[in-house]
Antibody, heavy 118, light 112 residues
Framework: HVHLHESGSGLVKPSETLSLTCNVS????????WTWIRQSPGKGLEWIGY???????NYNPSLRSRVTMSSDKSKNQFYLSVTSVTAADTGIYYC????????????WGQGTLVTVSS | DVVLTQSPLSLPVTLGQPASISCRSS???????????LTWFHQRPGQSPRRLIY???NRDSGVPDRFSGSGSGTDFTLRISRVEADDVGVYYC?????????FGQGTKVEIK
């Protein structure tokens, strides 16, 4: 059974970079696609992007210029970086597991709250 | 981008009665492989979403058969045959056929 756990910066200043880690246990990250989603009161659930088991990525065009995803197979972790954050980036960030092609989301982490404020 | 419109946004229900949530897509969700990748999630307060239904009508393991999904093309429905207290929360649809992936606004189910 897969378990995902997010960690990282809970409070980020405007214009700085948000960095999150998702630790995966129960399966190898080389077996699935790995997704980041965020949830804010103003915009509901928003798909940020995914990184595949080959390391290829696909980002939401609305965030593409500011988002980078990467992974470390040796640690069974994957990562999210969002640059130049504003208050609009405040929300709960979830990491999640998807099958090949990211056609659905099978498992979610518990989520981590990120607040952008000076 | 594909817009998923859920209705109603708020659904007060009586215990033991049926409930129905609609999810309409701005574009057909039939993928080139012939599958339709429409998923339903349930989010209880303070928890992360949990998948209930995938590919329109396939129930996940452990999901009660009170839950059913139907639809095709652009029009989809989640039905609860007899609402129980544990069913409260917000229900979301999500499409996995077109890029970027997108979610409906959510439907909040509460007990009358």
């Amino acid at each position: 059974h897969v378990h995902l756990h997010e960690s990282g910066s809970g409070l980020v200043k405007p214009s700085e970079t948000l960095s999150l880690t998702c630790n995966v246990s129960g399966v190898s990250i080389t077996d699935f696609y790995w997704t980041w989603i965020r949830q804010s009161p103003g915009k509901g659930l928003e798909w940020i992007g995914y990184i595949s088991y080959t390391g290829s990525t696909n980002y939401n065009p609305s965030l593409r210029s500011r988002v980078t995803m990467s992974s470390d197979k040796s640690k069974n972790q994957f990562y999210l970086s969002v640059t130049s954050v504003t208050a609009a980036d405040t929300g709960i960030y979830y990491c999640a597991q998807s099958p090949r092609g990211m056609t659905t989301i099978e498992s979610w982490g518990q989520g981590t709250l990120v607040t952008v404020s000076s | 981008d594909v817009v998923l419109t859920q209705s109603p946004l708020s659904l007060p229900v009586t215990l033991g009665q049926p409930a129905s949530i609609s999810c309409r897509s701005s574009q057909s969700l039939v993928y080139v492989d012939g599958n339709t990748y429409l998923t339903w999630f349930h989010q209880r307060p303070g928890q992360s979403p949990r998948r209930l239904i995938y590919k329109v009508s396939n129930r996940d393991s452990g999901v009660p058969d009170r839950f059913s999904g139907s639809g095709s093309g652009t029009d989809f429905t989640l039905r609860i045959s007899r609402v129980e207290a544990d069913d409260v929360g917000v229900y979301y649809c999500m499409q996995g056929s077109l890029w970027p992936r997108s979610f409906g606004q959510g439907t909040k189910v509460e007990i009358k």
